[in-house]
């Protein structure tokens, strides 16, 4: 981005991020898409939707919809533990069996598991058995053994998961729409899926619960997801600048994608800048969340349809943020 967005500016990105997020909506047929970004070195911030929040009502999309955030949640869940190893009362390279004395798996390798491994998902369990060891530190990823995330910090902050990010997180930052949710929320925009017969229908709704709320519960909305942003990019409130380049630090490749594994953020490369955030996909959602350290960049996708190409959305977000 350059030096200075003068008004004018602001306004032709504003305009052309409108018709970008209204293109997609046609072009991959979806029932609608919301969308927040921003430079924090601009004082520039977009926020708009378009589509359906409810097809079968015809009810219009609004920037201010709760979605099921899904795998988003897992960077809340790191910020969580990178707070308690500021306090002590955890270390990354704690063995799990240690915190939690019954094991997720029977199996003798467990003793080797750390909470890094769970965080950069190289602990080798995948639905609930080894398909390497941990020692190979190699890219498995895993929402089952992350969640196991969510139980050790009930462990060592004697708080319940969901009330230790909601009170010591969420509250914080006035993000007071959000929730890290253990039981559906009556507001959420539901998700859609299509049938066999490419029409649109409602998909089977989350199974909110305690057991999955550190890897998928994360509910929110686009102006809250910025406030998430101006932590980790400007205020640097909740964990010291230097612990939050601990988070940033790259573990493992993921060969797939072309992207590194940090503590629970995905780092992406693009246009020459580095990316940290995370993609959110359960039945009925495509969420992304990225940041960028260098530019104060933020942005946040929100789709309510299965299959949305979320990857590439955020791509183009991304370049057009960049090109003023």
Known sequence: MRNELTPNMKNELTAKLDKYIEDCVLYYDLPGLAVGAGSFVHDYEYKGATGYRNVEAKERLTTDAIFHMASVSKVFTSTAIMMLVEQGKIKLDDKMIDILPKPSIDDKRYKEVTVKHVLTHTSGIFESKFIHNPEDKRFLYSDLEFDTLGTAIGVVSGMPFNEYVNKNILAPLNMNDSEIAITLRPNLVPGYEKDEKNRMVLAEPFDYCLQFASSSTLTSHVSDMKKFAEEVLVNKTLISPGTYEIAFTEHVPIP?????????????????????????????????????????????????????????????????????
């Not at 503590?263 to 960028?292: E, M």
């Not at 104060?296 to 299965?306: A, L, P, Q, Y």
């Open 256 to 324: 797939d994608i072309g992207q590194q594994m940090c503590i629970s953020w995905f780092k992406n490369q693009q246009a020459g800048y580095d990316l940290y955030g995370h993609i959110g996909s359960d039945p009925g959602y495509r969420i992304g969340f990225w940041c960028c350290p260098e530019l104060k960049v933020h942005f946040t996708v929100m789709s309510n349809i299965t299959k949305t190409p979320i990857r590439r959305i955020c791509e183009e977000i991304f370049d057009i943020l960049i090109s003023y």
